[in-house]
């Protein structure tokens, strides 16, 4: 800078242009050009400074780069938040010397000093350009790199190397500017000087607003970056709480597996184990069973007898409490190592592990029906329960279901013999297979037709003519042979069958008696009767079964007898009555069968429509001895002849009992004293003898067997 002024003061440049051209460069110190792709700002100022450096020399060049680098660094401490006075300082140094070295280098490399090229015509301003453009590249980075290199601890040689290429682009650039600016003032060319300062505002406008887009895009980047950054934090708040929400489902799922897996082992009412669960640990003791010798536990099923009446009298909601107390009894009686389980409905079930003998397994079975036959307090009332007990007894050689099978098999049959408890027994299987096969057959039969009808006369005392027939059913089984009723119609009565096989019976019966009464010459047609059984009674197609027959077979409703028992039409009187009297519509008749050892009401009697009585065989047996039963028949005479119905007397085996029937009034009679059931083409004989029985009563020897094949046809219905 000394150096500097000791140049202006001995110069001919006059002050005020100095100061014209400081603030001519001051001026153009902050218009910079951003080279695209780059990180090189290309100031206007040092295009400047070359001229000035070419035209007016080193000093007037020093002068100027000093004053605009000041202008600079203090533009840029204005508007920068973090500003270094000594980086700043440093930067000032780096480019005056730059311009210094500059000077002195041009003057002795090539010979000559600036100021001594005012006429290019001699061709050195492109030397000159070339040395304004190496002389401050090298100048500039040396210094640069040897500045940081020890500030900032880096290689020395890599830094020059990068500082160097910018450096060039700058000087180039730089000098290239200044150079033309010079050869237009001292050509006078206004046409180049324009033009070079056109181009160069041309320049300084499209790399503005390319550099001002590049900050809107780089603002525009940023913008989205945050935005994109707050979007990923409201997504990871989100995932958070989805995360938050799955483990929380999990959890949820974890204890409602946990509640599953109770559910399926345990009843929900008593929270005792479910069937499931005792099978499970029935397998455990069958396992223990099989690795030991002479191991024996015992399985008991428990089947509350009334509970359903109680149930449905007093509601549902204290028989789940009669439940629950219930098998709270029962864990209070057993072992601590037995298990109580409920099975459903009114059946619980007892596992007694290390059972021991029968004799102990009885004593344990009578001491659950003990503990059952205390009464159980639910509020202010005292409930009584009875319990039927089916026992299995394992020992490892089983299936667990087997187990329980048996057990509830035995229970049943404990039901069926109304007894307290009955211990399984292998027979017991076996009679189960052979009428789960006799089942299975009877289905077929049904689909196969292969029953056959029997008929029983029944015959007018008085007279001793037929006056009709009771229709009998036979199976004539493919391997069995023929079988009587007492063996399928328990079977076809609990699966439903009985109803498809009564309506078969109905249409054989009715068409062979409308085939009998065209042929017959007697003045009074004959009638049938049929048995229906309570299932079929209870069935609400029954009538339109009937209405279907009579049409099909064109028969006289009135000769059509349906046969109910006592017992049926007091199950459920109100219905009974309402039944009764749809069929009473079709002009059918209606009998009561097994008159006598029902619990008939007098009161329901006279309301039922109803046209015959039917006294059952125990009591026509009792007048062959003169036991008490025969006041029984006399009142049953009475009782119908005071309600003008009709009586037939069934069993009727020997003539005495005939002739205390006749005595008493009795209209009609059947038994094995007239005949047994008989085929149609055997019942066809009968019918052709009308004479057959009038002799009976006069003391004639009259055989009962049969009139064709001297068989003997059981009557068991």
């Not at 300084?204 to 980047?221: P, T």
């Not at 089916?390 to 013999?417: C, N, P, Q, W, Y």
């Not at 096969?437 to 029953?451: P, W």
Request: negative net charge.
């Amino acid at each position: 800078m000394a150096w500097s002024a000791s140049g202006l003061l001995t110069g001919s440049i006059d002050a005020g242009f100095l100061a014209l051209m400081t603030g001519v460069a001051i001026a153009f110190a902050n218009l910079e050009i951003h080279l695209p792709r780059t990180n090189v700002f290309l100031s206007v100022s040092d295009a400047f400074i070359v001229f000035v450096l070419i035209d007016f020399g080193g000093e007037t060049a020093i002068f100027l780069k000093a004053a605009t680098e000041i202008c600079a660094a203090i533009h840029r401490a204005r508007h920068e938040k973090s500003h270094n006075i000594l980086d700043t300082f440093t930067n000032v140094s780096i480019k005056i010397t730059t311009i210094f070295a500059t000077a002195l280098a041009v003057q002795f490399v090539l010979g000559f000093p600036v100021l001594e090229l005012a006429d290019f015509r001699n061709g050195t301003l492109l030397m000159l350009v070339g040395a304004l453009t190496i002389i401050p590249s090298l100048t500039s980075s040396l210094i640069a790199a040897v500045f940081t290199a020890v500030k900032d601890q880096q290689s020395f040689a890599k830094v020059f190397r990068a500082h160097l290429v910018d450096a060039l682009m700058v000087c180039s650039c730089a000098a290239l500017m200044g150079g033309l600016l010079v050869v237009a003032l001292h050509e006078a060319n206004m046409f180049l000087f324009v033009t070079t300062a056109g181009v160069l505002s041309l320049l300084h406008i499209l790399f503005r607003r390319y550099g001002d887009e590049q900050r809107k895009s780089v603002e525009r980047a940023q913008i989205a970056d945050r935005e994109r950054a707050e979007l990923a934090e409201q997504h990871l708040t989100k995932l958070q709480g989805y995360v938050e929400q799955i483990e929380a489902s999990a959890k949820e799922l974890r204890q409602s597996q946990e509640k599953f897996r109770w559910a399926a082992y345990h009843d929900g009412l008593t929270n005792l184990p479910n069937r499931d669960r005792l099978v499970h640990e029935v397998k455990l003791e069958l396992a223990r069973g099989q690795a030991g010798d002479n191991y024996r536990f015992a399985f008991l099923i428990l089947d509350l007898k009334n509970f359903k009446v109680v149930n449905e009298s007093l509601s549902r909601p204290i028989g789940d409490r009669l439940i629950v107390d219930v098998g709270e009894r029962l864990k209070s009686m057993v072992p601590r190592n037995a298990t109580v389980g409920r099975t459903g409905g009114d059946e619980f079930a007892l596992l007694l592990p290390s059972a021991g003998n029968d004799l102990e397994i009885v004593d344990f079975a009578k001491k659950v029906l003990e503990s059952i036959a205390a009464p159980f307090e639910i509020g202010a009332r005292q409930i009584y329960l009875a319990g039927t007990l089916g026992i299995s007894v394992g020992t490892g050689g089983e299936e667990a279901e087997d187990v329980l099978r048996d057990a509830e098999m035995a229970m049943h049959r404990a039901k069926e013999k109304n007894r307290g408890f009955v211990m399984f027994e292998r027979r017991m299987l076996t009679h189960a297979v052979s009428r789960l096969q006799l089942e299975t057959d009877l289905r077929k039969a049904v689909e196969r037709d292969e029953f056959e009808i029997f008929y029983q006369p029944i015959v007018d005392l008085r007279t001793k003519h037929i006056r009709g027939f009771e229709a009998l059913v036979r199976w004539n089984h493919p391997t069995l042979g023929r079988m009587s009723p007492d063996k399928f119609i328990p079977i076809a009565e609990a699966t439903g069958l009985i109803i498809p096989m009564t309506k078969q019976i109905l249409s054989k019966a009715c068409t062979q008696l409308v085939e009998w009464n065209g042929r017959s010459k007697n003045a009074d047609a004959l009638f049938a009767s049929v048995n229906l059984s309570g299932t079929h009674f209870g069935h609400r197609g029954l009538v339109g079964h009937i209405t279907s027959v009579l049409d099909k077979t064109g028969l006289d409703p009135r000769l059509l007898k349906l046969e109910i028992t006592e017992s049926v039409v007091m199950e459920n009187a109100e219905a009974a009555i309402s039944m009764l009297k749809q069929i009473k519509e079709l002009g059918v008749q209606i009998s009561i069968d097994d008159f006598g050892t029902g619990y008939s009401s007098l009161s329901y009697l006279q309301r039922f429509p109803i046209d015959t009585l039917k006294i059952d065989r125990a009591f026509v047996r009792s007048l062959e001895d003169g036991r008490q039963n025969g006041e029984i028949v006399r009142a049953v005479l009475a009782l119908a002849d005071a309600m003008k119905l009709s009586v037939v007397a069934e069993g009727i085996e020997s003539i005495h009992q005939l002739h205390q029937l006749m005595v008493l009034s009795c209209e009609y009679g059947q038994g094995y004293l007239f005949s047994h059931p008989l085929p149609a083409h055997e019942f066809r004989t009968l019918l052709n003898d009308p004479s057959r029985w009038e002799s009976l009563t006069a003391g004639n020897n009259f055989s009962i067997l049969s009139p064709v094949t001297n068989n003997v046809y059981a009557d068991v219905r």
